[in-house]
């Protein structure tokens, strides 16, 4: 078991270790290319799981260094759009890049794309909480309360490689039922590996629960080592219909027998489940 997460962890209890330790990564949404990628793979999979058209209204969880998934649905033809984070990675400048870079992308994609929408659009993000010809953006930061947004407004609600990090799925996802109208629909995928904290990519599983509150620390987020399976019972607790379920098992983990106390009845399916995305419907 190795010391290093450990001690990554007690670090962030000392008062201004935080600005020696390495910053970490959100993800790749500071390149238009990967937001784009992003938004029509959950686009794709929820037309298959039978989205006949597209959503006016889109909030997103932990969007990260940028809103370019968002804008990219944007560009796709969603009106209203929310974004939902812990922490500002988010910013104008960075922000206004991949719009930029997303733009010429999009009408590459797509010629009929107009010049106004994309107008409108580049004026909401320069003037921000503004509406222009019925769009708007909003960046809200950090988000605590399900009050934040209107219950019933939204009509799909997703997320990439974030609710691995929630600390209270339980509220969360009784959020993402609040907000979405009746037969709204959510994508999620949720990456189960360790996020470089251990060298297997579920070695996780093996550290005692006093070890494990040691290497969290005093991060805002780190990952909740919540299973596959508790995120579907908790999605269905809360009265979503399960759609489609795509998992991505990995044989090289760690094995059974250095399972933590805790983790020590997990499935095999649980224990060997690396990635799931998910498409539900809020009944």
């Known amino acids: 078991m190795a010391i290093k997460p450990v001690v990554k962890g007690i670090l962030t209890f000392i008062p201004g270790a935080s600005r020696i330790l390495p910053k970490g990564r959100t993800g790749g949404t500071n390149r238009a290319s990967y937001c784009l990628e992003v938004w029509l793979k959950h686009l794709d999979l929820l037309r298959s799981a039978g989205m006949r058209e597209t959503p006016r209204t889109l ?3 932990g969007p990260g260094d940028s809103i370019g998934v968002g804008l990219a649905a944007l560009l796709s033809g969603v009106d209203r ?20 870079e997303l733009a010429a992308l999009s009408k590459a994609r797509d010629p009929s794309l107009s010049d106004d929408r994309i107008s409108a659009i580049r004026s909401v993000l320069l003037s921000p909480g503004s509406e222009h010809g019925g769009i708007s953006i909003r960046y809200m930061v950090p988000w605590s309360d399900e009050r934040v947004i209107e219950p019933g407004t939204v009509d799909l609600i997703l997320s990439h490689a974030v609710l691995e990090h929630v600390v209270d799925l339980e509220s969360t996802y009784r959020a993402l039922r609040v907000w979405l109208r009746r037969g709204g629909m959510m994508s999620h995928q949720i990456d189960f590996r360790s996020h470089g904290i251990t ?3 579920n070695g996780y599983r093996a550290y005692p629960e006093i070890l494990w509150k040691l290497i969290a620390g005093r991060r805002t987020y780190l990952i909740n080592r919540q299973p596959c399976s508790a ?21 090289d983990g760690i094995a059974r027998s250095q399972l ?9 399916d649980d224990l060997a489940c690396a990635d799931l995305t998910v ?3 809020k009944r």
């Open 279 to 281: 498409q539900a419907r």
């Open 59 to 61: 909030a997103e969880l």
């Open 231 to 251: 995120h579907i019972e908790i999605m269905e607790k809360n009265g979503f219909e399960i759609l489609a379920a795509r998992k991505q098992h990995r044989p």
């Open 199 to 201: 060298e297997k990519w």
């Open 260 to 268: 933590a106390r805790r983790w020590k009845n997990i499935s095999d």
């Open 81 to 100: 759009y929310c974004a939902l984070d812990v922490v500002r990675f988010s910013n104008a400048g960075s922000d206004l890049a991949v719009f930029d």
